[in-house]
T-cell receptor, first 111, second 113 residues
Framework: GQQVMQIPQYQHVQEGEDFTTYCNSSTTLSNIQWYKQRPGGHPVFLIQLVKSGEVKKQKRLTFQFGEAKKNSSLHITATQTTDVGTYFCAGKAGNNRKLIWGLGTSLAVNP | DAGVIQSPRHEVTEMGQEVTLRCKPISGHNSLFWYRQTMMRGLELLIYFNNNVPIDDSGMPEDRFSAKMPNASFSTLKIQPSEPRDSAVYFC???????????FGPGTRLTVT
């Protein structure tokens, strides 16, 4: 079936270092969404990408959608302790009416 | 807007008991989702409704689980009988359209002893 893989599963960084998580789909996606879940919290929508090669920025966060629309990435520049949490990608493929979720990347930031 | 409302926030019950989780989606949203999250299995979609109709329940683990959406502003997820392996955080989410951004409730932390 359709799958969305996220790597890495965990990442520890020193505050100020950059961080990137990658999302890869087995099929072409029509859109991809990114969510952040703080420890003890619930997933919160960050952004949606729709166009091939699309790049969007939110302050220190940069989101990319691959040219083939089968992969995506989230890059955080100069991490801060407030970036701690699990980042999920979720994509829609073909005629599937539901999102397919990745397992998430958990980010820990050492102050 | 109050966001997605879930109750209870915490539930501790004994094995074999019936558990009912409740959700009120954001007004005007047509799609509602029930998720389960554990350390071992991550975030799993259990079932989702569109316009109060169950569309995909392929994630419901077994017959002990059932979900209803009697109207656009209320849904329940019932586990009967509950088992220790059902212990997890259960999230409800809603969206305007099934593949638009989803808004999650605060979750119900269920512990079955």
């Amino acid at each position: 079936g359709q799958q969305v893989m996220q790597i890495p599963q965990y990442q520890h960084v020193q505050e100020g270092e950059d961080f990137t998580t990658y999302c890869n789909s087995s099929t072409t996606l029509s859109n991809i969404q990114w969510y952040k879940q703080r420890p003890g919290g619930h997933p919160v929508f960050l952004i949606q990408l729709v166009k091939s090669g699309e790049v969007k920025k939110q302050k220190r966060l940069t989101f990319q959608f691959g040219e083939a629309k089968k992969n995506s990435s989230l890059h955080i520049t100069a991490t801060q302790t407030t970036d701690v949490g699990t980042y999920f990608c979720a994509g829609k493929a073909g005629n599937n009416r539901k999102l397919i979720w990745g397992l998430g990347t958990s980010l820990a930031v050492n102050p | 807007d109050a966001g997605v409302i879930q109750s209870p926030r915490h539930e501790v019950t004994e094995m074999g008991q019936e558990v009912t989780l409740r959700c009120k989606p954001i007004s005007g949203h047509n799609s509602l989702f029930w998720y389960r999250q554990t350390m071992m299995r991550g975030l799993e979609l259990l079932i989702y409704f569109n316009n109060n109709v169950p569309i995909d329940d392929s994630g419901m683990p077994e017959d002990r689980f059932s979900a209803k959406m009697p109207n656009a502003s209320f849904s329940t997820l019932k586990i009967q009988p509950s088992e220790p392996r059902d212990s997890a955080v259960y999230f409800c989410a809603s969206s305007f359209v099934a593949v638009y951004e989803q808004y999650f409730g605060p979750g119900t932390r269920l512990t079955v002893t």
